[in-house]
């Protein structure tokens, strides 16, 4: 019996080392865009909240506009500390840094020829994650192409109001061991009352018609 050769041995297992090698790179990969995926999503989420606070500051800064000044603040910083009161008056607590591009730099939508601040947004223009199903506030995002068209404006502003207006309905959990009492029925409704038939009046006869007495005939002529 020939014995095997020791070289053909040694190729197999060269040739398995590379393929679970590949196997390795490849499952790495796909959890590192995974892992990159979910990070920017969660970061996509913190650029909504932010977002809704500065479109909440700029709705507050409108809101306490005195009479015949524009609603609308000259820079951001205005809205940490409102100038137009002699009191601290803030309008947004800190001025806050963009999740997706870390710095504290954002895109400003201007009124006009930088006359007042409209809307904040994003200075990345990288696909966002999420293309839709956003909250009912921020329903005009959906199927944006890029993160910087996500335009936080004082229209944004709010939450929708809920669909229920009047108070929740009181609901009673039974009790284990009581059997429930089936409320007592409703008395039934009188029947309702016959009515008699009305006999309509009889209009009365009218009397005969007296006939006329018949006109005699004259006598005839005697002939000569």
Known sequence: MRAPRPGRSGGFTYLSLIILLAIIGLVTASALKLGSVI???????????????????LKSYADATPSGQPPQPPSLKELLKDPRFPGTRRHLRKLFVDPITGK????????????????????????????????????GFDGKSHISDWKFSMSLAGAAPSEMTGPAPRVTAPVPGLQPVAPPPSPAAPPPPVEAPVTPPQEPEAPPTPEEPATPEPPPIPQE
């Open 39 to 57: 990070q920017r999503s969660r970061a996509e989420n913190e650029l909504l909240d932010i977002g809704a606070a500065f479109s909440d500051a």
């Open 104 to 139: 504290a730099e954002w895109g400003i939508q201007y009124l006009g020829d930088k006359v007042g601040v409209l809307a904040v947004y994003s200075l990345s223009d990288a696909k966002p994650v999420k293309v839709g199903n956003f909250p009912s506030r921020f329903i």
